[in-house]
């Protein structure tokens, strides 16, 4: 498979791209592929899609050139051995999602691979590795929960220094590796078994993988990461209906867009 080139990329490393999708993403998918290649500052060697079986999603993954994954290879576990709801809500699915994501490392072949939202768009031009070091983009507010799972995870507070959840994040394969086997060392349980179990199934928003690996790294090396305001601007549209004026003009003011299909991860959550 040839390497998707773009502006100013000679001299970065090659990094894969992972997106976990469903057929619901269909809106968002092609416009987040494209603009990856458009957009990302890396020479990209392979595109992933995770997702359930789903002929749409494979015949998108031929004319794009990307790679389906079934999700059901990706982990000995399936959706239906998460058990995360209330009689209001069901987060059974979300976890799952996060759970592959983690495990994106025995999937890509790059050192390096992107971890991108399926509703997330990126409109500017974005480096994930600046002079060896990672760039992590943050926002200013993040979900407590997250960091009281991190907390009994790992034996240790989360640093903190910004929120890391920004629906997209460079993982370097050993350090997401490392971190699992820590999660393995502490709870004597595979990994993805530590996290559920951890999980406060009475909260809606129990864990964060970004968050996780994240302050993590963070840990270990602060001085190895870059950490830059990410700049998302949510939308309730259809992303299709955008046109590329509309998009040029949020361009001076955000860096990526997202299309969620609910409205609380469009704000912070109230104190």
């Known amino acids: 498979m040839g390497v998707q080139r773009g502006l100013q990329i000679n001299s970065a490393p090659m990094i894969d791209v992972l997106i976990p999708a469903i057929e619901k993403d269909m809106s968002t998918l092609p416009l987040v592929i494209d603009n990856i290649r458009r957009y990302v500052q890396h020479p990209i060697g392979r595109i992933y899609i995770v997702s359930p079986a789903s002929n749409k999603i494979r015949k998108l993954c031929s004319s794009k050139n990307c790679i389906f994954v079934n999700e059901r290879t990706v982990l000995p ?11 209001r809500w069901d987060r059974s699915g979300w976890l799952y ?4 994501k983690m495990n994106g490392d025995h999937i890509v072949k790059a050192n390096h691979f992107l971890v991108m939202d399926a509703d997330t768009v ?16 943050c926002r200013d507010w993040s979900q407590p929960e997250y960091f009281n799972t991190y907390r009994k995870l790992l034996g240790k507070k989360a640093p903190r220094p910004r929120s890391f959840v920004t629906h997209y ?41 970004y968050e996780t690996y994240a302050n993590f790294m963070y840990t270990k090396s602060p001085g190895s990461m870059i950490l830059k305001s ?19 003009k949020l361009a001076l003011k955000y860096r990526s867009l997202s299309f969620h299909k609910r409205k609380i991860y469009s704000k912070a959550p109230k104190a």
């Open 122 to 137: 990126l409109i500017k031009p974005h480096s994930f590795i600046i002079e060896n070091k990672t760039v992590f983009y």
């Open 169 to 209: 994040m460079l993982f370097e394969k050993s350090k997401l590796s490392a971190l699992k086997k820590k999660i393995e060392a502490i709870h004597q349980l595979p990994w993805y078994k530590a996290v559920i179990s951890n999980i406060n199934k009475k909260k809606q928003f129990g864990f964060s993988e």
């Open 77 to 87: 576990i399936t959706k239906n051995d998460i058990h995360y709801h209330s009689s």
């Open 230 to 248: 990410a700049m998302n601007k949510s939308l309730n549209i259809n992303a299709s209906s955008l046109k590329e004026q509309e998009i040029r």
């Open 97 to 100: 999602q996060q759970l592959l």
